[in-house]
C-alpha cells in the first residue's frame, strides 16, 4: 500500500495518514461527519457545492473534529461555516443524525440539469452501505490525480478491479469487497493544488470503465493497518 487516507468531513479535504485503526464504518473517523443544509435538509456534497473542496476536515486530539477554511480560519463552527458557504449548514455527527441521510445528484452529470434526491448509508456518512473502505491503484490511475478519487488506500500496481468477490488482508484488517465504485460529476470538479474542472474525467470513466472507477470494501474483522502494508488473499 502507498497512500492512507481518511476523510473526516464528507465532501472536505482529507487527512494522509501513516496508520489507522479500520472496523465496520471504515476507517476511524472517516466521513464521521458532515455539513447539512438548514434549509432543506439535504446533506451537502460537492456535486451540489463544489467550493466544500476547497476546505479541509481534521480530527482534533479529543476525537472531535475542526474544518480548515480557504483563508486558514479553523473553526467547527455553524454561524462561521454558514457565513463561508453563504447559507444556513449545520457540522453534524453521524451519530446525531437520526434517520435517512438525503443527498442530491445531478440527473445527467450537467450542473445546470435537474437534480435528484438520494439516500446514503446509515452510521458514517459513505454514499453506499456496501462501501465502508475503498481502494484504487496507481495502475488504473495512470496520469489521474488520485485525489479526484478520494480513495482511502491507494495501491502500487493494478488489478483492483479483479478483487470484486473476494476476501483480502491490509494488515491486520479483513475486508470484503464488495463492487466497484460508481463515478459522479464530483470528480470533474477543481481541487486546491492546481487541480481544474476537467467534465473529459467522467466522461473516460463512462466510455473505458463502464461509469465505475476503484473498488469498495466492507469489513468482516477489525484491524489496523498501515503505509507498507501488503494486500494479501484472507
Not at 26 to 42: I, M, P, V
Request: net charge negative; hydrophobic share 40%; proline share 6%.
Amino acid at each position: 500500500m502507498q497512500e492512507l487516507w481518511r476523510y473526516p468531513v464528507k465532501s472536505l479535504q482529507g487527512e494522509r495518514l501513516d496508520a489507522v485503526d479500520v472496523g465496520p464504518e471504515g476507517l476511524a473517523g472517516d466521513r464521521r461527519w458532515a455539513l447539512f443544509d438548514r434549509s432543506t435538509g439535504f446533506g451537502l456534497t460537492a456535486r451540489r457545492v463544489p467550493d466544500l473542496l476547497f476546505a479541509s476536515g481534521r480530527l482534533r486530539a479529543d476525537g472531535g473534529v475542526e474544518v480548515v477554511l480557504p483563508d486558514g480560519t479553523v473553526t467547527g463552527d455553524d454561524a462561521v461555516l454558514s457565513a463561508w458557504l453563504g447559507k444556513p449548514v449545520a457540522l453534524r455527527a453521524a451519530e446525531a443524525v437520526r434517520g435517512p441521510r438525503q443527498y442530491e445528484d445531478p440527473v445527467d452529470d450537467e450542473d445546470g440539469g435537474p437534480w435528484d434526491a438520494w439516500e446514503g448509508a446509515s452510521g458514517a456518512f459513505h454514499d453506499s452501505s456496501r462501501i465502508r473502505v475503498s481502494l484504487v491503484s496507481t495502475g488504473t490511475l495512470g496520469t489521474w490525480d488520485r485525489r479526484r478519487f478520494r480513495a482511502n488506500v491507494l495501491l502500487d500496481g493494478a488489478g483492483e478491479d479483479d478483487l470484486v468477490g473476494s476476501t483480502v488482508r491490509l494488515g491486520t484488517a479483513v475486508l470484503d469487497v464488495l463492487k466497484p465504485v460508481s463515478r459522479c460529476v464530483m470528480v470533474t470538479r477543481p481541487q486546491p493544488g492546481g487541480i481544474g474542472r476537467d467534465t473529459g474525467v467522467l466522461k473516460t470513466v463512462h466510455r473505458e470503465r463502464g461509469g465505475t472507477l476503484a473498488v469498495g470494501a466492507l469489513v468482516p474483522v477489525a484491524g489496523r493497518v498501515a503505509v507498507g502494508d501488503a494486500l494479501v488473499p484472507a
